[in-house]
Each structure stands twice: as structure tokens, then as C-alpha cells.
């Protein structure tokens, strides 16, 4: 997911869109996702932006709250 999706309706400061990124790309790794069109991805991406609206903003917690009950 291009860095651009996470702040569709620029609720976003640049700099937690950037935090979102690092744990996306972080998340994805830890998966072993490499398609980014993959339909997990698109979880992956719509929990953290979920979890980034309740207020987390640390890359490293927004990867492992997103990755909570994730199994591949």
C-alpha cells in the first residue's frame, strides 16, 4: 500500500504517515508478504490505520497491535 493511501482524507500528519509506513513495511516482512496487493495486506494496512485513529503512533507498537491474531 503506496504511503499516500494511509492519509486518503488527511486525518494524517505527515509524520505519523510516515509511522504508519515503517510498521506496514514492518508488518509485512514479519509476514513474508511480499504482494502488496495481497487481500492480507490490505488488513494488515486497514488495522493499522484503525489503531493509528485511536491514537498509537509508535511504528513498533502499531506493527504488533496490527499483527495481534494475524496467522499466515
Known sequence: MPRRQFNVDGSFSPEIVAAMSAAFDDALNKLE????????????ALKIIE?????EHDPAR????????IQR
Do not use: F, M, Y
Open 33 to 44: 508478504l511480499i504482494d502488496r496487493d495481497d487481500p492480507l495486506a490490505e488488513i494488515v
Open 51 to 55: 489503531i493509528a485513529r485511536k491514537g
Open 62 to 69: 502499531l506493527c504488533s497491535s496490527a499483527l495481534d491474531g
